[in-house]
């Protein structure tokens, strides 16, 4: 995650409960954006691309994958270069969307209802 998300490149400084949500909201993020590139071929993913992620060998051995490398941690290719602002709004109805339907989760809507937000 700390590859994908900066906010896990250091310790988190929030209580436990916020911290839940934090690392629930990034796994919903990160399985999302992956869902949706599922049509791209792996050779050509900028999120996640074929060798990014550690594989097992069928003899058992774990290569790892170029997560690991200080490279996969710069985040370079994953910026924000050429959205305008129509691009920008689209995207924002894009994740409201999955995350108001689909994507919900049970305490996203807890939540909402003890702070009595609507």
């Not at 599922?38 to 060798?51: F, H, T």
Request: charged letters at 30%; hydrophobic letters at 35%; one cysteine or more.
């Amino acid at each position: 995650m700390a590859s994908r998300f900066r906010i896990f490149r250091k310790p988190l400084v929030s209580s436990l409960e916020t911290s839940t949500f934090t690392i629930a909201a990034a796994v919903c993020l990160h399985n999302f954006i992956k869902s949706a590139k599922e049509e791209v071929p792996s050779c050509e993913r900028k999120y996640c691309p074929l060798d990014f992620v550690d594989k097992m060998s069928p003899d058992g051995y774990i290569n790892d994958g170029r997560w690991r490398t200080e490279e996969a941690l710069a985040i370079n290719r994953l910026n924000r270069t050429g959205i305008n602002s129509r691009q920008a709004e689209e995207t924002k109805r894009t994740l409201q969307n999955y995350f108001c339907h689909e994507g919900a989760t049970a305490w996203q809507d807890a939540h909402i209802a003890k702070n009595g937000k609507k």
